[in-house]
């Protein structure tokens, strides 16, 4: 393989799927998003030689700058398609609130969350991962999380509090309720 198409590939491999969610994340629609992430790529193969090593910070910036924009751009068409749709339009394209959401949409979301919260809890040690999962994913209490851990009720409390604050701080977020609305 030459040196330009490893590189693609690894950009690939590495950043496809976050790619993925940061555009879901702003579109909502799964082929919308699908196409953000080809028109990305696309973006980045004419840009590809100003890109130096794909896992470096600044890569892992200019992707989201990349995905960010181009979703952003694909989300402002949508607005602008559906002013000039007809009152006659939206009453045929309306979802009646009674309609069951849709299973791969809520596995979506799911799976979003689910990588969000993965990159969030990179910058805790593993007790402290143990604790937050133990807390937020199985609901137990601070005593039960103590008597898994091996260590006393009041530092299972502490410890958790300090990995919220650390993971809020990680995703920029000023508050608890920002820190899971994903």
């Given at each position: 393989?030459?040196?330009?198409?490893?590189?693609?590939?690894?950009?690939?491999k590495?950043?496809?799927?976050?790619?993925?969610?940061?555009?879901?994340?702003?579109?909502?629609?799964?082929?919308?998003?699908?196409?953000?992430?080809?028109?990305?790529?696309?973006?980045?193969?004419?840009?590809?030689?100003?890109?130096?090593?794909?896992?470096?910070?600044?890569?892992?910036?200019?992707?989201?700058?990349?995905?960010?924009?181009t979703?952003?751009?694909?989300?402002?068409?949508?607005?602008?398609?559906?002013?000039?749709?007809?009152p006659?339009?939206?009453?045929?394209?309306?979802?009646?609130?009674?309609?069951?959401?849709?299973?791969?949409?809520?596995?979506?979301?799911?799976?979003?969350?689910?990588?969000?919260?993965?990159?969030?809890?990179?910058?805790?040690?593993?007790?402290?991962?143990k604790?937050?999962?133990?807390?937020?994913?199985e609901?137990?209490?601070?005593?039960?999380?103590?008597?898994?851990?091996?260590?006393?009720?009041?530092?299972?409390r502490?410890?958790?509090?300090?990995?919220?604050?650390?993971?809020?701080?990680?995703?920029?977020?000023?508050?608890?309720?920002?820190?899971?609305?994903?």
């Amino acid at each position: 393989m030459q040196p330009a198409q490893e590189k693609l590939h690894t950009l690939y491999k590495i950043y496809e799927k976050p790619m993925y969610h940061i555009a879901y994340a702003i579109l909502h629609h799964t082929q919308q998003t699908e196409d953000a992430v080809s028109e990305a790529f696309c973006r980045v193969i004419a840009n590809l030689h100003k890109i130096g090593d794909p896992e470096s910070p600044q890569t892992r910036q200019y992707m989201i700058q990349i995905i960010r924009s181009t979703a952003i751009s694909q989300y402002r068409k949508n607005a602008r398609e559906s002013d000039r749709r007809s009152p006659w339009d939206d009453k045929f394209l309306q979802i009646p609130e009674d309609a069951p959401p849709c299973p791969l949409e809520q596995q979506e979301k799911q799976a979003m969350r689910q990588a969000v919260l993965a990159e969030m809890m990179e910058v805790l040690n593993e007790t402290d991962r143990k604790i937050v999962l133990l807390r937020c994913q199985e609901n137990l209490s601070f005593r039960e999380i103590a008597r898994q851990c091996g260590i006393k009720e009041a530092a299972a409390r502490k410890r958790f509090e300090r990995a919220r604050k650390a993971m809020i701080k990680q995703k920029g977020v000023t508050s608890y309720e920002q820190l899971f609305s994903v």
